[in-house]
């Protein structure tokens, strides 16, 4: 009879936990409740077995829904944390991240409210000194010191341009250079990303990464696909990158950025006078300030922003991922108490624990004198994660204006393709263009950055050719800020960001 009554509890739960669709977190939340609930241990760990499963394989694990996440991990342990970009890994201890057990099983919960559009990396901590990864999350962001468990929320939209497509041609990444630096006293080396097509190509804008070799890194930075993916896609023009390793060439172990990049007068001398002339003396460059950036995060900001301040007749756009001005107060003072420069700047910080203060204070100074600024926040920690997902932002905002017009229409297309919208940034107009291969059914729609749809632009079928829309942001009072269209037709489905800047 008691196994009767057992299997029954069972079958009654098997559906619940196959379907794994909740309408909402309280409904989650019940039939969690329910499964522990079941007095014999071994029905209950046969259903919350299944039940967990069944999250695992819709890549539910942590549990998300509108604002509301639960960690989960199942095993033996006295205690089970979370630590991660929500409380600073840690350091922050007026935050809750400690896991509670579940009754009388094995299954621990950390539940916590986010922004539904949030992107968080983050580990578990076992007793209190064994790091590991999320066993049951098969998202992961690489980090300077390994991977680790992602987070994403509901709304979050990974970006599609990090993503490497086949069709998509690859410009040429060069071995490790060398060059000794009279002004620093010893060997740095760098690499150079040229764009496809390269030996038919002159005048080429040029960007400076600094922490280059992770920046290069597909599994962080992912630069080189974001430029092979831009480039392709007609948003940029070509561009090359000459990537900064902070690392002694003959000890890879002995990074050096800490000395490197915080506000130092010898290496802003050796970028400025040794290496941009070496560059430009041996490849097609740009050499206008207007067309030669300097990027960087976190330490890397601070460097930008002072490359800005200091050599504005060397950089005139300036890429700051992640400051950490709070290291170097004084980068502030210098823009508060000095004139204009002649420079753009674009700025990106997350929300949690990524220097988001000191940001807004730059911000505010950079406005109060009528820089030329991009700034943005997102719900993000101090992650390669945000970084990667931002690059092409930033690139646009350099680039974009003059690079992505509409193609000629009256050829017909070889494939269909998500061509771009000109110009961007943009307002109160741009022009979004796109070729269909075939006669199709075609979907043009508008989505802001929570992912939720604006408005359908075209719901009609069109012929095979170059197509455009004038979308005005007028017409649907958008707010500044980033933007998603996409094109989908039965074949193919394309999606770009676009920047409406007031």
């Given at each position: 009879m008691k196994i009767i009554f057992n299997l029954l509890i069972f079958f009654l739960f098997v559906p619940c936990a196959m379907a794994q669709s909740f309408s909402s977190y309280f409904a989650f939340r019940d039939s969690l409740n329910r499964i522990i609930a079941i007095p014999d241990a071994n029905t209950r760990n046969l259903v919350l077995t299944d039940f967990l499963n069944g999250l695992q394989s819709a890549n539910k694990i942590p549990f998300a829904i509108g604002d509301s996440v639960a960690f989960l991990y199942r095993g033996n342990a006295n205690s089970?944390?979370?630590?991660?970009?929500?409380?600073?890994?840690?350091?922050?201890?007026?935050?809750?991240?400690?896991?509670?057990?579940?009754?009388?099983?094995?299954?621990?919960?950390?539940?916590?409210?986010?922004?539904?559009?949030?992107?968080l990396d983050y580990k578990i901590v076992l007793n209190g000194n064994t790091w590991i990864l999320d066993p049951r999350n098969a998202f992961q962001q690489m980090s300077g010191f390994g991977p680790n468990s992602e987070l994403r929320m509901p709304n979050y939209i990974f970006p599609p341009e990090v993503i490497r497509r086949p069709n998509v041609p690859q410009g040429a990444f060069s071995p490790n250079q060398l060059i000794n630096s009279v002004h620093l006293g010893y060997t740095v080396q760098y690499r150079i990303y040229t764009p496809a097509g390269y030996d038919s190509l002159s005048n080429l804008?040029?960007?400076?990464?600094?922490?280059?070799?992770?920046?290069?890194?597909?599994?962080?930075?992912?630069?080189?696909?974001?430029?092979?993916?831009?480039?392709?896609?007609?948003?940029?023009?070509?561009?090359?990158?000459?990537?900064?390793?902070?690392?002694?060439?003959?000890?890879?172990?002995?990074?050096?950025?800490?000395?490197?990049?915080?506000?130092?007068?010898?290496?802003?001398?050796?970028?400025?006078?040794?290496?941009?002339?070496?560059?430009?003396?041996?490849y097609r460059t740009n050499p206008l300030p207007s067309a030669r950036a300097i990027l960087g995060t976190s330490l890397g900001g601070i460097n930008s922003a002072y490359f800005g301040i200091a050599a504005p007749e060397t950089f005139g756009l300036i890429a700051i991922q992640s400051p950490a001005f709070w290291y170097r107060p004084q980068i502030l003072t210098m823009y508060q108490d000095s004139a204009r420069k002649p420079i753009r700047i674009s700025m990106t910080v997350g929300t949690f624990f990524d220097g988001q203060n000191e940001a807004r204070q730059m911000r505010d100074i950079l406005r109060s004198k009528a820089y030329q600024l991009y700034y943005r926040e997102v719900p993000q920690g101090h992650s390669w994660g945000q970084w990667r997902g931002l690059l092409d932002e930033a690139l646009i905002?350099?680039?974009?204006?003059?690079?992505?017009?509409?193609?000629?229409?009256?050829?017909?297309?070889?494939?269909?393709?998500?061509?771009?919208?000109?110009?961007?940034?943009?307002?109160?107009?741009?022009?979004?263009?796109?070729?269909l291969a075939t006669p199709s059914d075609v979907q043009l729609e508008l989505f802001d950055v929570l992912g939720r749809k604006i408005a359908t632009l075209v719901n009609t079928r069109q012929a095979s050719g170059t197509h455009t829309y004038t979308l005005n942001a007028l017409q649907f009072s958008l707010s500044s800020g980033v933007y998603f269209y996409r094109v989908r037709t039965r074949e193919f489905s394309e999606t770009q960001k676009l920047l409406l800047m007031k």
């Open positions: 089970v944390r979370w630590n991660g970009d929500f409380n600073s890994w840690g350091s922050v201890g007026n935050i809750q991240t400690n896991g509670s057990r579940l009754g009388n099983s094995d299954l621990w919960i950390l539940e916590q409210t986010f922004p539904s559009d949030a992107r804008p040029v960007v400076y990464v600094t922490d280059g070799h992770e920046y290069a890194n597909d599994q962080m930075g992912s630069m080189l696909i974001v430029l092979d993916n831009l480039i392709y896609d007609g948003v940029i023009p070509p561009v090359m990158a000459v990537f900064l390793d902070p690392r002694n060439p003959s000890n890879l172990s002995q990074n050096r950025r800490m000395q490197e990049l915080p506000i130092n007068p010898n290496y802003l001398r050796f970028v400025k006078e040794e290496l941009v002339p070496r560059i430009d003396s041996l905002y350099f680039f974009g204006i003059k690079s992505n017009a509409p193609k000629p229409q009256g050829t017909k297309p070889t494939r269909s393709k998500l061509l771009g919208n000109y110009p961007n940034p943009f307002n109160p107009t741009t022009i979004i263009t796109y070729q």
